[in-house]
């Protein structure tokens, strides 16, 4: 059986590296490319340093997808995640997106060009299974509780706030219900 060949634009990144190292130890794939603007022209090996990881890193994605990847993952950020989706879809790509924080209007973009090329995107903001039960579990309570409230939470360099979580969130919960605002913002106090 031939892998499952994969590319991962974000390979360096935080998650995009744990990712890397799942996808380097897996059996069934291949990670056959990666992308870093800022990395380009070393291999993943010399970046995130596991020894025998020589996948090539390249500065864009329609050179990333000249190694024909059957999966590319996007996992960078919000601001250049479509255009990246875009990309591989014409590349002829299935793909798979760990960026959080696009917009509904920003899917609707995606869905067009995907069905045009009779490819597959399955969004997944967040890897995180405890993220996934909480969004699931939220929407189910949505539609018993008239009153919710969304507080978002991280770390410091955290750079998008509110999270890409946080707003996918909000946008699931506004389609089940309109949260109710009992107190007015401009009467309430610290």
Known sequence: MDKLKICVAGATGW???ALSRGIFDATDMELAAAVSRKNAGKTLDEVIGIEGLTTPIFGTVEAALET???VFVEYTKPDVAKSHVLSALKGGAQVVIGTSGLSSE???????PAN???RGVLAVGNFALSVVLLQKFAEMAAKDIPDWEIIDYAHSAKQDA?????RELANRLSRIREAKLEVPLDKMTA
Do not use: H, L, M, Q
């Not at 920003?106 to 067009?112: A, P, V």
């Not at 509110?162 to 946080?166: C, F, Y």
């Open 68 to 70: 024909n990847p059957d």
């Open 162 to 166: 509110p999270s890409g979580t946080a």
């Open 116 to 118: 045009a090329v009779k």
């Open 15 to 17: 998650a995009g590296s």
């Open 106 to 112: 920003d899917y609707e973009e995606i869905n067009s």
